[in-house]
């Protein structure tokens, strides 16, 4: 997603249950339904784990409820982790649908969410039967954005989905701030009255009866608006086909850049629609909108999960991986460790247990908690608590599916080095460039004709991509991290890795008397100009310049040489194997402050929660980094190489964790040994 012209606060993810209050229709078209109830409160789950306060800051924040599907049974509901929310795994039970926060008063402990009343899907049903002393579990929101900066004006549109946002927008809107918005209804009699502020014109468009999503008023509206002076932000939220159309416009004729076109897809119109509109118009003329509505397919989500499958390369090629090695010999005679099976493959110690979890995740193989085979046990007799299997570690066997390997045509067929599937990898890389016609166009030949891994890795579009994606992602948590209590007292803190020009404008926001000195990568230089300078910001191009102009600084203000009292690194996992991260950690941790602390902010991949796509994304990233997406064990395993001892963890943001950590200074001989790393 482009970044937009909007600042964005992402907060750690929340559920709770609320219980309904209130009831009632705001116009035939619209049902409020008010919420309260101790849990919006900060408070702890039953898990344990801190569920934060309720907060809804930004105009279109939403939240999910969660319902039940009365056809498919299971009593799992989505649980507090830490900062995310962990959704049961097999969780066709349930589903969730988004509605925006209209109304947020903290004083009085209450939301509303405004919900579109018509025959529909599981959402509509539970507004329809929805009664005061009900409870819902809800979820979120996940972020707050504010209004739109550095333009000229706004333009807001949407259809009745979008009305909660923009009627809660009306009434927060910026003084002085110009914008024309135009809402979308069903029939004259779904108006609401809404505040317009000055500098702000409000238009209705009604369908006069026509079917959601079936006329193109919005684009009408837009394209024949008397566009004022300037470029505006354009924020549209509706129907999915109807907005293709608008941003298109917007995009293409109305030439505006990305980061001013805010396009949200609300909803999406089915193909059998007109059916079933035709039914709702029926079922609404004989009186019956009032009642429950027909639970429909989930057929938009359906969609979209089954295009992905069909997109998705890599199980297939970690399957083809598995084969090659020769995994079915690995565990011919019982479970095994990762660690036995890397040895008795010859295969990497670090990528064995990588690839173990994700095979587990795709079913090709199984784990369970101890129980390896003794190595080197010829009968196959399983013994627990071998030297190699500590408490806590894993034995996998085959499942059904993947004791197909054991069949040695089988494995010979998959197996990479097997010259059909050398062809077969050799089209499948080849394909773009050969479709395109773009053979000698050396961006793309470079891609593919060089080693694919080194290709992805050294592509410069390829990491400046990944940098834009990590400032992204920063300015989401930036907020977050600075308003944690962890940098108090802290005056000159080193901020590195990608995302790191993000965090230290947060950090300097909120310690007025911070000095920070970011490192700053060769495909960060865009986002350092973006930022613009600041007078206790100093961009550095590598380590060592960062303390020497810490050393500087001090030496100018204080006449004393002085040493960081925190280093901020994020995002060094992934392209760090255990090794090289360890000494990047060590030696920045020795240049520390006494007392000082280094804290890295990373994604920690959770095993509990997990699903197939984190695992391929951590494979992924070893694959072209040597790190990948490490467990909380894998990073404390790191920090105990690099002597460090962890002072606490912290969760920020959309689930990531900062750890804090502090250098543990060599024993005297006398001294007894430190312990290092312990949670
Ligand atoms: C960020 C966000 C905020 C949102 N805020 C609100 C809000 O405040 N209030 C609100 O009412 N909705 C809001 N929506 C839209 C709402 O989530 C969808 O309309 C949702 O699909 C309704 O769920 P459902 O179970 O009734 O229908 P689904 O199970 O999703 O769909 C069932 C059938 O109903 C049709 N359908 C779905 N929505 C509509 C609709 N609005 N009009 C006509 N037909 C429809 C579908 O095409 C499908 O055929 C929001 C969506 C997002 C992403």
Same mark, same amino acid.
């Given at each position: 997603m482009a970044r937009l012209r909007r600042s964005i606060d992402a907060y750690g993810i929340t559920t709770r249950t609320l219980e309904v209050l209130r009831v009632a229709d705001v116009t035939p078209g619209m049902r409020r339904v008010t919420m309260g109830g101790p849990q919006l409160a900060a408070h702890i789950a039953p898990n344990g784990n801190p569920v934060a306060a309720f907060r809804s800051d930004g105009f279109d924040d939403a939240i999910e409820v969660v319902l039940d599907r009365p056809d498919q049974p299971g009593t799992d509901r989505p649980t507090q982790g830490r900062g995310v929310v962990r959704w049961p795994r097999d969780g066709a039970h349930i589903l969730s649908r988004a509605y925006t926060v209209r109304r947020w008063d903290a004083e009085a402990g209450e939301i509303d969410v405004d919900v579109v009343r018509r025959v529909g899907g599981p959402g509509t049903a539970w507004v329809q039967r929805v009664r005061p002393g009900d409870e819902i579990q809800i979820v979120g929101p996940k972020a707050s954005a504010g209004h739109p900066e550095g333009v000229a004006w706004t333009l807001a549109a949407g259809d009745e989905t979008a009305l909660p946002a923009i009627g809660r927008w009306l009434e927060e809107w910026p003084e002085g701030a110009r914008g024309r918005v135009f809402v979308e209804i069903g %029939? &004259?009699?779904?108006r609401q009255d809404l505040p317009i502020p000055e500098g702000v014109e409000l238009t209705w468009l009604s369908r006069r009866g026509a079917a959601p999503g079936t006329a193109p008023l919005l684009l009408d509206a837009i394209r024949s608006a008397e566009w004022w002076d300037g470029t505006p932000y354009v924020w549209v939220a509706g129907e999915a086909a109807a907005l293709a159309s608008i941003r298109r416009w917007l995009r293409n &004729? +109305? $030439? #505006?850049?990305r980061d001013c076109v805010e396009v949200s897809r609300y909803w999406r119109r089915s193909a059998s629609e007109g059916e079933s509109d035709r039914g709702a118009q029926t079922r609404g003329r004989s009186g019956t909108l009032g009642q429950p509505g027909v639970w429909g397919p989930d057929a938009a989500n359906g969609r979209l999960e089954a295009i992905y499958r069909k997109a998705d390369i890599f199980p297939g090629f970690a399957l083809r991986v598995a084969a090659t090695i020769g995994l079915a010999d690995a565990l011919a005679d019982g479970p095994r460790t990762a660690r036995q099976i890397a040895e008795r493959l010859g295969i990497d110690r670090a990528g064995a247990p990588k690839l173990l979890r994700y095979l587990e995740s795709i079913g090709i193989v199984k784990a369970r908690p101890g129980g390896a085979v %003794? +190595? $080197?046990a010829a009968d196959g007799t399983e013994t627990t608590g071998t030297s190699d299997a500590a408490p806590g570690m894993v034995a996998y066997t085959l499942t059904e599916l993947g004791r197909e390997l054991e069949d040695e045509r089988i494995a010979e067929a998959l197996g990479l080095s097997n010259p059909d599937v050398v062809k077969e990898i050799g089209g499948m890389l080849s394909l773009a460039p050969a479709v395109a016609g773009k053979r000698s166009d050396d961006d793309v030949e470079h891609w593919f004709s060089a080693p694919f891994s080194d290709g992805a890795k050294h592509h410069p579009g390829i990491l400046a991509e990944k940098v834009a994606q990590e400032a992204e992602q920063a300015s989401y948590n930036a907020g977050s991290l600075a308003a944690d209590p962890v940098f108090e007292g802290d005056s000159y803190v080193i901020v590195g890795g990608t995302g790191g020009i993000e965090y230290a404008t947060a950090l300097v926001e909120v310690y007025e008397d911070m000095l920070v000195v970011v490192m700053v990568s060769e495909y960060e230089q865009d986002e350092k100009q973006r930022s613009g300078s600041h007078p206790r910001i100093v961009f550095v191009d590598d380590p060592v310049e960062a303390v020497k102009a810490v050393f500087t600084h001090s030496m100018l203000t204080t006449g004393e040489p002085s040493k960081p009292d925190a280093i901020f690194f994020t995002n060094l996992s992934s392209p760090n194997d255990d090794e090289s991260l360890a000494m990047v950690l060590g030696s920045a941790a020795s240049t #520390? +402050? %006494?007392?000082g602390h280094l804290l890295l902010l990373e994604d920690v991949l959770d095993p509990t929660a997990a699903t197939g796509c984190d695992y391929e994304a951590d494979l992924v990233e070893f694959s072209l980094g $040597?790190? $990948?997406?490490?467990?909380d064990d894998e990073f404390l395993a790191v920090f105990q190489q690099a002597g460090l001892r962890l002072r606490g963890r912290h969760a920020i943001g959309w689930g990531r964790t900062l750890f804090e950590l502090e250098h543990v200074k060599k024993p005297d001989r006398s001294e007894e040994p430190d312990q290092t790393a312990d949670a």
């Open positions: %029939e &004259d009699s779904h &004729d +109305a $030439g #505006l850049p %003794e +190595a $080197g #520390l +402050a %006494e007392g $040597g790190g $990948g997406i490490r467990t």
